[in-house]
């Protein structure tokens, strides 16, 4: 599990950021670097000056379903009740989930963690850096767009009971996994830019690490949409080849570029971010280590 935490640390979504402010659409933000180690996370917005842009902006408001979750503890609770009631009738006992387990299943404590305490870190990363432009009056996720939901977001609609969330930017809604976390987008607005998304946890991982802050806001970078399908229909992913390694992918924009030199405080010509390559012919969708 170390591994799959050091492999998806958030440093290097500093530059997925970047892909907001480039894209010429929606998806513009205001950005602010990731704190180092022993940095506080506490910073003042980049504020997109209003006056100069003509736009209205405000830091992004993400709200949280976990009713996901809520309707797992309930089910174990209910076989766990039936299990106690059933003991020594010789009737078989329940067949355990692995999310029932008490030591890798989902738990009070754990849900209690995971909510008040990982996710809310690992969504002020990106509060604190991504502005929205505001627009009065618009409800982004209601109980029509849920009940559009499809595919592997369908499940929402069986959580979801008559409720819209009228005062969010972005609804996140939380469920779990036996094996791996993984996000999908499940809404976008008018303008193509992710309203609402489904994050799963593996309930064996929920620790209260730094690395598993870092990991969780990873993912819901992904929700937010950052990922690969929408930087190409931007036109912002180039294939090449660079020396030693044959044919590569990696996203390239001006202002990419530009944040690049700064970053890497570089001035040479810079062809873009390279992505991941474990040099068996599958591209990860995720930056390459440096």
């Known amino acids: 599990m170390e591994n799959y935490f050091m492999r998806h640390l958030l ?3 500093l530059l997925l950021f970047l ?3 480039c894209a010429g659409t ?5 950005v602010q670097h990731l704190p180092q180690r022993g940095e506080s996370a506490l910073h003042a917005y980049t504020v997109a000056n209003l006056e100069k ?3 209205n902006w405000k830091p992004i408001h993400i709200e949280v379903s976990a009713e996901g979750v809520n309707n797992v503890l309930r089910d174990c609770d209910r076989k766990r009740a039936l299990a106690e009631q059933l003991k020594g009738t010789g009737t078989r006992r329940y067949d355990d989930s692995v999310f029932c387990d008490n030591k890798t299943g ?3 404590e754990k849900k209690d963690l995971l909510l008040n305490k990982l996710l809310l870190a690992a969504i002020k990363l990106h509060t604190d850096r991504l502005n929205i432009e505001q627009k009065e ?3 982004v996720v ?3 767009t849920i009940n559009s939901f499809s595919g592997e977001c369908g499940v929402i609609k069986a959580w979801e009971h008559k409720k ?3 005062n969010a930017d972005f609804v996140l809604f939380v469920g779990l996994d036996e094996s791996e976390m993984s996000t999908i987008v499940c809404s976008q607005d008018l303008e193509e830019r992710p309203t609402s998304a489904l994050i799963k946890f593996v309930p064996k991982d929920i620790v209260d690490t730094r690395h598993f802050v870092r990991t969780a806001a990873h993912e819901i970078a992904h929700g937010l949409g950052f990922e690969v399908t929408r930087m190409r229909k931007l036109e912002l992913i180039k294939y090449g080849a660079l020396r030693g390694k044959g044919k590569v992918t990696a996203v390239d924009s001006k202002i990419m570029q530009e944040k690049m030199r700064e970053h890497y405080d570089c001035h040479l010509d810079i062809t873009g971010m390279y992505m991941e390559d474990e040099g068996d012919g599958r591209r990860k969708l995720h930056w390459e280590r440096r």
């Open 11 to 13: 440093y290097p979504v």
């Open 19 to 21: 892909l907001l402010c």
């Open 26 to 30: 929606s998806f513009s933000a205001v």
């Open 53 to 55: 842009s003509g736009r």
């Open 106 to 108: 989902i738990t009070d």
């Open 137 to 139: 009056g618009e409800v």
């Open 142 to 144: 209601s109980t029509s």
């Open 164 to 166: 819209s969330f009228s």
